[in-house]
C-alpha cells in the first residue's frame, strides 16, 4: 500500500479557510464581488509600490488573508470550537468584552482563535473572531428567558461527535492522513453553513426583541459563518470602488484614519449584505418563509502592532475624539480625528520605534534582500532597547555594502488582533433594531480569567505574542552574529 499523504495542521487551515470562502461566497454573492475588488485593489496597490507595498505581508499571504466570524451560546459550545481550530494550529487570543463597548444591545463576550508563531502566522494566518453570550447577564435576560434558552442551547448539536474525534486526534498528531483530513474538512465546513432546517418562529422573535445577536445565536438550532473578510493594502481605494459598483458601505472606515504615517492596527469597513431567505415554523406549526438580515461583508487592512504604550496613547486619541467630534458629520469627525491623530503618532516608523509604540523585528538582511526591508533612515531601537551590539545598524534602503559584516534590519510586527470598538460598529451595523437592555441591573462578570476557564485552555495575551516575536528574532540575530542579545 502507497504511503498516505498527511496534511499537517497548516494545511487543514489553509484548506479550511478556501472551503469556507468558496461555501460563502456561494451563500453571499456580494463577498464574490468584494473579493473580486480586493484582488484588483491589491494588485495595483503593488503595481504602484513595488517592494514597499509588501512590507506588512507578501502579497500571496495577503490575498489568501482572510478573517471569520463566528457566534455561539455557551461555555460547552466554544471549548468544542476550541478543539475544532486547534486542530487546525488557531489559539484563542485576546478578550474582548462587546457588553460595554457599545451602547446597544449587543450580549456577547469574544476572543479569536489564530496562529501564534510568526512561521505559522506567514504560512497562513487565518483567524476567526469568536463570540459567545452571556446568559446571567440580568440586563438582557429574564430568569424565564434565561432558562428556556439554557434548555434549547443545552439540546442543539453544533459539531458532531467525528468532527471533535478527528479535531483532537489532528491536535494529538500534528495533522492527519489525507482521507481524515477530507472528512475532517467536509464537517467543518457544513458545520458553519447556513442551515435550511425551519427556525421556530415565536421564539426567535422573542429573543429578537431582546437582541438581535441573541436570536442569530440562541434562536437557531445551528451556527454559521456570520461574515469572512478579505485584506486590502489600500481599504480608501477599496472604499471608493465599491462605491463605485453602487454598493453602499457604512459611513465611515473604522479604527485610525487616513494620514500619511505608518499605519497601524486595524481599518475596517463593511456593507450590509442582503437579506436571505429562511424558512420558520410558526406557533400553529406551519411553515412560512421570511428573511433575515444578519449576515454582511467586511473588508481590512491592517498595520504595524502597537506597544501597551501605543495602545494607550491610541485609546485616548480615540477618547478626545468622541468628546470633541460629538454631532458632528462624518467629515468633520474625519478633520479632528486627523489632527488628534497627527499630532499622537510619529510620522515616520523609525520613530514610533524609537518611543517605543510599535513593536518591530530585528532582522539580518542581505544586503539586497527585500524580505524584512528597513523603513528608512533612524536609529534601530525596540521599546526601550538597543541593538545587538557590534551590528551595524544603518537602515539606508537595500543598498549594497560589499564586504561589510550583516545589517540589522527593522521589520514592522503585523497587527493580528481586533479592536473592540470596531467589533462593537461591526455588530452594531447588523442590527436592526436596538433590542432592550436594561442598564439599571447588574452585569454578569466576565473576564479573561473566566473565558479560560470556559475555553479550557489557556487563552494567550496578543501583547505578550507580538513581544516574544520581537525576543526571538534579537535572539536569532544575536546568535547568528555570535554576540549576547539586549
Ligand atoms: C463579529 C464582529 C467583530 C471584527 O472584524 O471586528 C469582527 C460578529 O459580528 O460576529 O468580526
Ligand atoms: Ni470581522
Known sequence: ????????????????????????????????????????????????????????????????????????????????????????????????????????????????????????????????????????????????????????????????????????RAAAEGGLPASGAATFLLL???????????????WYRELEAVSAVAADIGGVASTHINHLTPRVLDIDDLYARMTARGITMIPAVQGPPRWDGPDVLLRQTSFRALAEPR?????????????????????????IALTRDGRSAYDAAVAELDERAAGLDEAGRQRIGREIWERTFPATEAELAARGLGFFTYELADDDSHDAPPSGPGPVAGPGRTPAPGAETGTDHGSPRPGRAPRVVRAPVVYEDFLPRSAAGIFQSNLSDEGAKDSAQAGAERDADWMEGALGRELADPFELYARQVDESREAAAATLGVAPQ
Not at 467543518?188 to 415565536?202: G, H, Y
Not at 406549526?285 to 487592512?301: K, N, P, S, T, W
Request: glycine share 6%; proline share 5%; no cysteine.
Open 1 to 168: 500500500m502507497s504511503q498516505e499523504k498527511f496534511l499537517g495542521s497548516w494545511e487543514l487551515r489553509a484548506a479550511f479557510a478556501r472551503a469556507l470562502s468558496d461555501m460563502y461566497g456561494k451563500e453571499v454573492p456580494a463577498y464574490t464581488t468584494l473579493l473580486e475588488v480586493s484582488r484588483e485593489v491589491n494588485a495595483d496597490f503593488v503595481a504602484a509600490h513595488g517592494a514597499d507595498a509588501e512590507r506588512l505581508g507578501s502579497i500571496d499571504r495577503v490575498t489568501a488573508e482572510r478573517h471569520g466570524a463566528i457566534r455561539v451560546g455557551t461555555p460547552a459550545e466554544i471549548s468544542q470550537v476550541a478543539r475544532v481550530f486547534g486542530a487546525m494550529g488557531m489559539r484563542p487570543v485576546g478578550f474582548y468584552d462587546l457588553r460595554d463597548a457599545s451602547s446597544s444591545s449587543v450580549p456577547v463576550i469574544s476572543t479569536a482563535f489564530r496562529p501564534v508563531d510568526r512561521a505559522e502566522l506567514a504560512r497562513n494566518p487565518f483567524r476567526v473572531f469568536t463570540s459567545m453570550l452571556v446568559p446571567g447577564d440580568r440586563r438582557f435576560f429574564t430568569p424565564d428567558q434565561e432558562r428556556r434558552l439554557d434548555e434549547f442551547l443545552a439540546a442543539r448539536v453544533l459539531f458532531p461527535p467525528e468532527l471533535l474525534l478527528l479535531a483532537d
Open 279 to 303: 424558512t420558520f415554523r410558526t406557533a400553529g406549526g406551519e411553515i412560512v418563509e421570511d428573511a433575515l438580515r444578519v449576515r454582511f461583508g467586511e473588508v481590512e487592512a491592517r498595520g
Open 188 to 202: 467543518a465546513t457544513k458545520a458553519f453553513e447556513l442551515s435550511r432546517e425551519p427556525v421556530d418562529q415565536a
